[in-house]
């Protein structure tokens, strides 16, 4: 895989920064998130696909992409499909730090160093160029408002927005609230995209101990989008514990 384009992972982060503060948004479920990106980053290179709620390697041949190659590894170890909410549920320790390293390494964030509490030591990361940030938002934003089809890539990176919550922050208050229902409803737009934000919102909701099966006509199979709260963010309340292992595992005082 080249590295002409950004991927699912590094967008996801890149539309979680906060431009005026350098915090990510919905910090705990964005963990999540990007493990499910490289789901879907990983099924759009051709490597892995589907196989009802579970994830199957196709082709093991790497990608180029180191952290996705691991990945891909982990995945082709399993010898069998895993289902998706267990590879999302399961513990990704360091992967956003990864990402934001990445995305610091590559110019697109710098890091700046500060105190918590006048003696903690904290890193934020400011975006670099916010035209890509705006570039991002603005193919969802076309995506949302014209009703138009988006391409797959969009049409993921929608899911996964809306599965993580960051619909309250890219379309806040009471006047985005028509942007963030049809945010959610451009889950059904990709199949992988959908199966992979389902699985995510499962996790956050303490679902998934029982396999699933695909509904009739090809739909992605997972739980309805309707189950998520009105706001357009997947409701938190029953965080199983394997999950917040992962969330506080992967949260540092520098990625906050």
Known sequence: ??????????????????????????????????AGAQLVE??????????????????????????????????????SPVRAVHWIGGPRLGLRQTYLTHLERCGMVHAVSGQMCGVLPTTRYQATDTAISREIRARLDAAIRTGVPPDPRTAALAALAH????????????EGRSCRSRLRDLIRHDPMGGLVAHAVMDVQNGVGA??????????????????????GAPSARHVPEQARHLAGGMVRAGAR
């Open 1 to 34: 895989m080249g590295r002409s384009r950004r991927t699912i992972p590094e967008e996801l982060l890149l539309l979680a920064l906060d431009p005026a503060t350098g915090t990510t948004a919905q910090p705990q479920s964005l963990d999540l998130g990007l």
């Open 42 to 79: 990983l099924a759009l290179a051709g490597r892995i696909a589907p196989d009802g709620d579970r994830i199957a390697v196709v082709l093991p041949r790497p990608t180029g992409d180191p952290t996705l190659d691991s990945a891909l590894e982990l995945l082709r170890r399993r010898g």
């Open 163 to 174: 599965a993580v919550g960051l619909g309250k922050h890219l379309y806040p208050g009471n």
């Open 210 to 231: 029982q396999p699933r099966r695909a509904p009739a006509g090809g739909a992605s199979p997972g739980r309805s989008p309707a189950r998520a709260t009105a706001s």
